[in-house]
């Protein structure tokens, strides 16, 4: 990254030049350079169970298990009681919620490995597939019932992310992401090929996983599916294995001659969210009941990506809170305009665009910076949990 | 008598060469650091000074020969399994983690480095370590944001949080003027007197003639001296090469070589 | 008209058989000008249902357009495999539709197997192909008793793209060949968006083969198959079936296309130049009479039964709309002919014996075979309908 | 007056590093800046060279205003920059690297006569002509660096910390080479950490401190100052 | 003449010897046990291979852009070339001896190639280079996103405009095919395969043997270097996105008689490209022409033993094997520079 900066050196000045004259980015980046670290030292280093502490309650004990703040908690219930609140009662809305749900999970277990370790799994979606071929596979062929299937459809992604994890070792970067590419090109074309297992592109049917009409069992279970990934996301990343990932992701020689082993805790992160994405393509399978080498295609990572991205790398939270709005708006646009096929995408294109060009942190990086340390207390409370007694 | 000379031997390497290619980076390098040591190694620019403290740490292990510490073959062994038996570096170039801040990057050597269980407080550990060296920025600060004299500090530091036994620092010294150099030299005999042995690439003459005691002089992956630094200092093979006349350095070379065989 | 009945209108409007999609489109507005789009108090509202040519992608747009438009009856498709997985959309929110193209026998074993739930999947608007496509073989074979067509050994090649429908109509090129004592040098299935075939042609023109019969709704790939066909220098009998499912494949294949055979309805009637006509003053290309065509008599049949169902019932639901389809459709009883207006078949017919196919004959639902010349088709087959004999190719 | 620098201001970002700094320089001088870490003299190099554009103040050169001009301007105007951070091309070769230097120059012949030139000084460079300069160690580079720097022909060079990570000895060749290039009536405007030697070689020195000059005057003078003494000589 | 056995030994023990050895083998193998049309598809398709990925690589070597979006520009010179050449060709229906019949082709060929090198200056003026001037800071990964939003842009504009049907040609240049070693071939290909030599060829000599092409090369390794040996970034940016573009804009056109444009047709060409310059390593021409091939290779033997639709799965298998043991492609430096990042 120092390199980038250096390389062009006139234009990062020009935009310096134009920040300085205006106090507010400069009131921003002062708290940027501030804020970053001090959220990450908090979360990591001093945990505020401390013994003998009296003013901590029950709630604040629960969030700090469960890396929620208040908010969050807030979002969480909301998004329980959601298929009750009109509008989103209706069925077709709950599916999109269904799967905007589904893109916020598939988003967290992406920016586990995109946003700590720094590469990009750029075959995630086909990991997700190849859960949800093998889910439905046992399924059709030996009657297994999902529930054991999904399981045994993520322990099956998760031996996938150990191979990626390990034959990635050696590569860094854009090579690490290309690679990982070329494995899900190539599963795909598995998929594609191996007619007599998958049926190819003729689609596999898949028996769905709640025999009812309605969305409704489908989403809790998405929705139980989203918070506990996040919570086992945020409860590794803040434990020192998170220090393990974020250090090989910076810096590889100096994480190594630190006493980090990268291969131990490439291979496990890559293991762990792939794990998660098969799990999740158990769930797609078994909630579309039918599945394509379609779904393992770039595009579908894209998505992911777009999402993850938008949402703020490195913050696990970002997408899977920003996938909600994001899902919805592009469906209907897409809906509403559907004798323009392909205008929702466009728009997609150009927010993503956009987003990278003027607001590349995303939105955790917003919240950050702009609304997560107001004067009043209370709304604090709120919007960050307890805060530790050094910061 | 043999014992107590082995007890005192922290780190052999015998025979130590590292090919890149074609070339030969590091030519059968044998040297012998001992307890309480602060070995400067020395040796003109592209010697192989960076590469052969690669090939020990095993950031780029070595094409063959051996590495011995503390009595036990460690050649070829991985730098995080160097690390946790007690061998730190720091880079010519100082690479610390961009976007921590800096008590976070020398916590990830307090956490790592040592056998976990150790360190019951990695935090306190960390910015203790921070003072030790004297970093002179606030320990929020992220790493990116400090120039190269500041990062040379840091990355001190995250090399002693692991609590090693030998340290190997590669040109730490470097774009300090005179004053600061005094700094450097009180922070080394500190590290001195915490028995670790020191295994110091240095090109500034004033810095080695101050701390070390004993010298290590390679040239073109050769070594052409080792021992007591006034020693070696005033060794001609070593004024020649290294500190001194401006001729054809390889010939030059070549003849120390062979007036060694 | 103060009433409204959401139609759902499935087809591949983007992706690979886009094609396609557009003459769909094309036919249904086309369709709904002409009825003005009421039938009887009921306002007729289109809802485009894009599968994308994909099943997953189908199916999820289908349950939507169902949960989110409230689609009450649906027509059209063009796979087979999009059919396979939107029967199971229709089945679960019993939503009736009719005029699903796909047409291999894997819908139909699916359809057969539970006849009671798929009953909302009505008639196929194509038979499998084992009732057609033998056909070709049938017609090689004559060729050589004849002596018009001297093949050296008959060994002949199978290739079509990777779905239900190429896989299927494979299948059934296989039976006939093999059944007539020809022997198959091998069988290749390429993705759907492949257009290089060098390699494959060349193979086959190392083994010698004589005879290659495959197909491919996607017309690259087909275009593409047929014109390097002829630039490798192969000179065996080439079935190409499906090169003219789109209207411009002369455009795409020029003189590559000589002496190719396909198997494609013509536009035999002065109705259905006309329609052809008219196509293209409104929408600017030739449509094809297999996708444009029998879309059009689809969607037009496809009304009859609204209207058959509004005169019966007096409402227009799905239930209705259902019920009027089980009894009138697939009993037989209500067709849709020349008399009607059709213009591709002679008559759409339906009856209990044949579903989910429609009775395949010459005076009701039938494909000549055809053999190209500089851009021109001829019948060759059936001896009743053909205008000239089989010429292979020199 | 070759280049005058006029109450510059410069910084990065909201971050303003050098407050008010004047130089001047004649043509055939020998000028250094001392002072200590991050004082500012990279960057006023950079300010200068064009790399930074400047807050506020002027930069004249031969009497023409060059405040502002981007970068490849100033070069073909006459100032080559070494930098600290040496910026080589790594996946080019030793002799590629000093083509480019030469990028201004567009006869060939005298691009020769300069790489001669520069092979002589160097001869290290002339040995591994064909290594890729990202396969170089650390020293080799910085002869490398100051060796392209030598290739535009420049009237003004500046020379930021060229004995950063050097030999002894080949900190010597360095300050030898820049001796020649004074000889050969080149300009040079050098900083450097290695204050003693660089006072006892230059004619004139900027001290600058806490990006503002202290002090400044002929470098004999400079040495003897007592704070200059005590600060950075340690004495 | 002085050989340098040494020096060849060493090579053929470098990535690249063997696996330059390995190709040739396999090719003459494979011409031998199946026929010659083996080795001259190879050539063919990897002549067409070489003029996508080496625009690729030098987006990628020089800007430091891992372009998702090579293919539109591919599509966008393939579109162009139809609607420039569909006159042509009625023309030339009905006037059979005009000179168009020759030329007819080259103008929408190099129409195709400028409006690629014009949709490559429009991007950099409305995407790359405002996220250049405001931040630099993960570059890499951000300028992806940017190509990757990039890419579904020009997709869905293409199929918002100009419909999603297939837009295709029947030939370029009339006339028999040729016959080589018993292979046929169609004139289309030989002169597809003639132009990206040409093309490549002509590139080659630009980036190595011109003062431009190593500015271009020397941006591409340090941007503050090039500035202060005086060149200027602005316009060499501008010039190597319009150069790669371009490259990718002629593929497209002369490649129309083959592929008929439609909005996703980049996809293919594109996995395909970064096989290449993953396989030979970031930003080295000659490297990216020769991987050209033998991903040209993998894919024919794929087809020829294992099976249509397997030339998808069997390179890329390959291909990461390749990268296990040598992480920066067969013929990559080991220096590692931001793309590692
Ligand atoms: N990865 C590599 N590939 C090829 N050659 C290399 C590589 N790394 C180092 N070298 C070469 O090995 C030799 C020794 O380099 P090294 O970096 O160890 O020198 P050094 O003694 O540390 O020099 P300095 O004091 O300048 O840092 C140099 O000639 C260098 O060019
Ligand atoms: N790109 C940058 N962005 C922000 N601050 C910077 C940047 N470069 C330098 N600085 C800061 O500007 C100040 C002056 O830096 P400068 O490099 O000019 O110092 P210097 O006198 O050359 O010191 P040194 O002896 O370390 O080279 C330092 O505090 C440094 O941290
Ligand atoms: C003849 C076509 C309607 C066949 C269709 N493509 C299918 O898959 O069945
Ligand atoms: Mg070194
Ligand atoms: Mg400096």
Redesign the pocket.
């Known amino acids: 990254m120092e390199n980038i ?1 250096k390389r062009q050196p006139v234009n990062t000045e020009k935009s310096r030049e134009k920040e300085n004259n205006s106090s507010i980015s400069k009131e921003s980046n002062q708290s940027l350079s501030k804020k970053g670290n001090q959220s990450l030292s908090k979360e990591r280093n001093q945990s505020i169970l401390k013994e003998g502490d009296q003013s901590i309650s029950t709630l604040d004990v629960f969030l700090e298990k469960t890396g929620f703040t208040p908010v969050g908690l807030l979002g969480v219930i909301l998004l329980l009681i959601m298929p009750f609140i009109p509008p989103f009662n209706q069925e077709y809305l709950l599916r999109w919620l269904i799967y905007a749900a589904f893109i916020a999970a598939m988003s967290v277990g992406f920016d586990f490995t995109a946003g700590y370790i720094n590469i990009v799994n750029f075959g995630y979606a086909a990991v997700m597939g190849y859960g949800g071929y093998t889910s439905s596979i046992l399924a059709i062929n030996l009657g297994l019932t999902p529930w054991i299937g999904i399981l045994i459809g993520g322990l099956n992604s998760a031996i996938l992310g150990l191979i990626i994890g390990m034959i990635s070792l050696r590569l860094r970067g854009i090579f690490a992401a290309c690679l990982s590419w070329f494995f899900g090109l190539a599963l795909m074309g598995l998929a594609t090929k191996l007619v007599w297992l998958t049926r190819g592109p003729l689609g596999l049917r898949v028996p769905r996983m709640f025999a009812t009409e309605s969305n409704i069992p489908f989403y809790y279970l998405v929705i139980i599916l989203l918070v506990a990934m996040y919570i086992l996301c945020k409860w590794v990343v803040k434990s020192k294995i998170g220090l393990a990932f974020q250090a090989i992701g910076q810096n590889m020689d100096a994480a190594r001659t630190s006493g980090i082993n990268p291969v131990f805790y490439r291979v496990f992160n890559f293991t762990l969210s792939c794990a998660l994405a098969g799990i999740l393509g158990g769930f797609y399978a078994h909630y579309y009941a039918i599945l394509t080498p379609e779904v393992m295609h770039t595009s579908k990572t894209v998505e992911v990506l777009a999402v993850a991205y938008i949402g703020g790398r490195g913050s696990l939270w970002g997408g899977a809170v920003i996938a909600f709005p994001f899902i919805f708006i592009m469906e209907i646009i897409r809906s509403t305009l559907s004798n323009l096929p392909g205008l929702n995408l466009i728009i997609y294109a150009m927010l993503l665009i956009l987003v990278m060009i003027y607001y590349p942190g995303g939105f955790s990086y917003f919240f950050d910076t702009h609304i997560r340390k107001p004067k009043n207390k209370a709304l604090r409370y709120f919007l960050n949990g307890r805060e530790t007694s050094a910061s | 008598m043999k014992d107590t000379a082995n007890i005192m031997i922290v780190l052999e390497t015998k025979n130590l060469t590292k090919q890149f290619g074609g070339l030969t980076a590091v030519n059968a390098v044998s040297m012998t650091l001992y307890k309480g040591d602060v070995m400067g190694l020395i040796g003109p620019n592209g010697a192989g000074k960076t590469t052969f403290i690669n090939a020990i740490t095993g950031l780029n292990p070595p094409t063959s020969g051996d590495v011995i510490f503390f009595g036990e073959n460690t050649t070829g062994l991985p730098p995080e399994k160097m690390c946790r038996k007690g061998i730190s570096r720091t880079f010519q170039i100082p690479s610390p983690f961009p976007k921590m801040s800096a008590i976070e990057s020398v916590m990830t050597a307090t956490v790592f480095g040592n056998p976990p269980g150790t360190i019951k407080d990695p935090v306190a550990h960390s910015r203790k370590m921070l003072e030790f060296v004297e970093f002179p920025m606030s320990e929020d600060v992220i790493s990116e ?5 500041q990062l040379k500090r840091l990355d001190l530091a995250r090399a002693l949080a692991s609590n090693p036994k030998v340290l190997f620092m590669d040109e730490m010294a470097s ?1 300090l003027s005179e004053g600061e150099l005094l700094d450097i030299m009180k922070i080394i005999r500190k590290i001195t007197g915490q028995g670790i042995s020191i295994l110091m690439v240095e090109h500034i003459m004033q810095l080695i003639m101050a701390v070390c005691n004993r010298l290590l002089c390679i040239q073109f992956g050769t070594k052409i001296a080792e021992g007591p630094k006034d020693e070696v200092a005033n060794d001609p093979k070593v004024t020649k090469a290294y500190l001194g006349s401006n001729t054809d350095e390889k010939n030059k070379a070549e003849e120390l070589v062979a007036e060694d065989n | 008209a103060d009433k409204t009945l959401k139609i759902g209108v499935l087809g591949p409007f983007t992706g690979p058989s886009a094609q396609t999609g557009k003459e769909f489109q094309a036919s249904v507005e086309m369709a709904m000008e002409k009825i003005d789009s009421t039938v009887g108090d009921y306002k007729i509202e289109v809802v485009w249902v894009d599968s994308q040519s994909d099943p997953a992608k189908a199916s999820s747009a289908y349950a939507e357009a169902v949960e989110g438009k409230g689609i009450q009856a649906g027509v059209l498709n063009w796979h087979s495999s999009v059919a396979v997985a939107v029967m199971d959309v229709a089945a679960q929110y019993k939503i009736p539709h009719m005029f699903g193209f796909g047409a291999s026998e894997v819908v139909n074993e699916k359809w057969l197997a539970d006849p009671e739930k798929y009953s909302y999947w009505g008639g196929k608007g194509w038979p499998v192909p084992a009732k057609l496509e033998g056909n070709y073989i049938e017609c090689l074979n004559a060729a050589i008793e004849n002596g018009t067509w001297k093949p050296a050994k008959k060994l002949a090649a199978i290739y079509g793209e990777d779905t239900d429908w190429g896989r299927s109509a494979g299948g059934a090129y296989k039976q006939a060949l093999v059944d007539s004592g020809w022997e198959i040098y091998s069988e290749e299935y390429f993705p759907i968006t492949q257009t290089d075939f060098y390699p494959l042609l060349s193979k086959y023109k190392k083994a010698g083969v004589e005879l290659l019969c495959g197909t491919s709704a996607s017309p690259p790939a087909l275009t593409a198959f047929v014109k390097q066909f002829s630039e490798v220098g192969l000179k065996s009998t080439l079935v190409a079936s499906g090169l003219g499912w789109i209207g411009d494949w002369y455009k795409m294949t020029g003189r590559s296309s000589d002496y190719v055979l396909d198997s494609i309805p013509q536009l035999t009637t002065p109705e259905a130049q006309q329609w052809a006509k008219d196509v293209n003053a409104k929408f600017g290309f030739n449509p094809s009479p297999s996708a444009g065509g029998l879309s059009y008599d689809g969607i037009n049949m496809f009304i009859k039964l609204l209207n058959k169902t509004h005169e019966k019932y007096g409402e227009l639901n799905k239930e209705t709309i259902h019920k009027t389809m089980v009894e009138e459709v697939n009993t037989g009883k209500l067709t849709y002919g020349r008399k009607d207006g059709a213009v591709i078949m002679n008559e759409y017919r339906y009856n209990a014996e044949t579903m989910p196919d429609m009775v395949v004959a010459s005076d009701a639902y039938f494909f000549p075979i055809l053999q190209y010349k500089e851009g021109k088709a001829s019948i060759i087959y059936p001896d009743s309908w053909k205008v000239k004999d089989f010429e292979p190719k020199k | 007056m070759l280049l005058e620098v006029k109450e510059l201001d410069a ?3 909201y ?1 303003q ?1 050098l407050r008010k700094v004047s130089l001047q320089v004649d043509t055939g001088e020998y000028v250094c800046i001392v ?10 190099m950079k300010s200068i060279s064009g790399l930074l554009k400047p807050m506020g103040g002027k930069i004249y050169f031969n009497g023409e205003d060059i405040t502002g001009l981007p970068a490849y301007e100033v070069t073909q105007k006459g100032i080559a920059f070494v930098s ?1 951070e040496m910026n080589l091309f790594v996946n080019m070769s030793v002799q590629e690297n000093l083509l480019m230097g030469a990028y201004t120059i567009k006869d060939k012949n005298a691009q020769q006569d300069r790489m001669e030139f520069v092979y002589d000084l160097f001869p290290r460079l002339a040995e591994r002509k064909s290594q890729l300069a990202g396969t170089m160690s650390g020293g080799e580079r910085k002869m490398l660096a100051i060796g392209r720097g030598m290739m535009s022909k420049p009237t003004l060079m500046l020379v ?2 060229p004995s950063f990570g050097l030999a002894p000895q080949l900190t010597e060749t360095v300050f030898e080479s820049l001796d020649i290039l004074i000889k050969n009536g080149v300009t040079i405007m050098l ?1 450097e ?1 290695n204050v003693n030697k660089t006072l006892s070689v230059t004619d004139r020195a900027y001290v ?1 401190e806490n990006g503002r000059i202290g002090l400044d005057g002929k470098s004999s003078d400079v040495a003897n100052d007592s704070y200059v003494k005590k600060v950075f000589l340690g004495v | 003449m002085y050989i340098n056995f040494k020096a060849i030994a060493n090579w053929a023990k470098s990535a690249a010897g063997i696996t330059i050895t390995i190709s040739i083998a396999v090719a003459l193998y494979a011409t031998i046990n199946s026929g010659p049309y083996v080795l001259v598809n190879t050539i063919i398709t990897g002549g067409m291979l070489a003029l996508v990925a080496t625009g690729l690589t030098l987006m990628l070597g020089v800007l430091n852009i891992a372009m998702f979006a090579h293919g539109e520009y591919f599509m966008i010179g393939s579109l162009t070339a139809f609607y420039v050449f569909t006159p042509i060709s009625n023309y030339i229906m009905e006037n059979p001896d005009s000179f168009l019949v020759i030329i007819g082709p080259v103008i929408a060929i190099v129409l195709s190639m400028v409006s690629g090198a014009i949709a490559g200056v429009i991007s950099e003026k409305l995407v790359f280079g405002p996220l250049r001037r405001r931040s630099t800071d993960n570059w890499v990964m951000n300028s992806f996103l940017l190509t990757v939003g990039l890419s579904v842009l020009l997709i869905n504009l293409h199929q918002l405009i100009f419909g999603a049907d297939f837009k295709g040609i029947v030939r370029y240049w009339g006339g028999m095919p040729v016959s080589i070693a018993g292979a046929f071939i169609s004139r289309d290909r030989i002169m597809a395969f003639l132009i990206s030599g040409l093309i490549v060829f002509l590139f080659w000599f630009f980036m190595t043997y011109t003062r431009t092409g190593r500015a271009i090369r020397a941006v591409s390794q340090d941007a503050t270097g090039a500035q202060i040996v005086g060149i200027n970034i602005e316009n060499i940016v501008l010039l190597t996105i319009a150069l790669s573009c371009a490259l990718a804009g002629v593929a497209g056109g002369s490649l129309l008689f083959m592929y008929p444009s439609y909005p996703t047709m980049g996809l293919e060409p594109l996995y395909m490209a970064w096989f290449v310059v993953i396989l030979s390593g970031l930003g080295n021409i000659l490297g990216a022409v020769a991987g050209a091939f033998m991903v040209a290779l993998l894919k024919v033997v794929t087809v020829e033993y294992i099976g249509a639709g397997w030339d998808f799965v069997v390179p890329s298998a390959l291909i990461m094997l390749i990268l296990i043991f040598k992480p920066s492609g067969i013929f990559g430096s080991e220096v590692r520079g931001v793309l590692d990042k």
């Open positions: 900066q | 944001q400090l120039n190269t004299v774009g | 910084g990065y970002g971050l590093i002072g200590p870490n991050g004082a500012g003299k990279s960057t006023t600290e930021d910390e900083v950490q600058l």
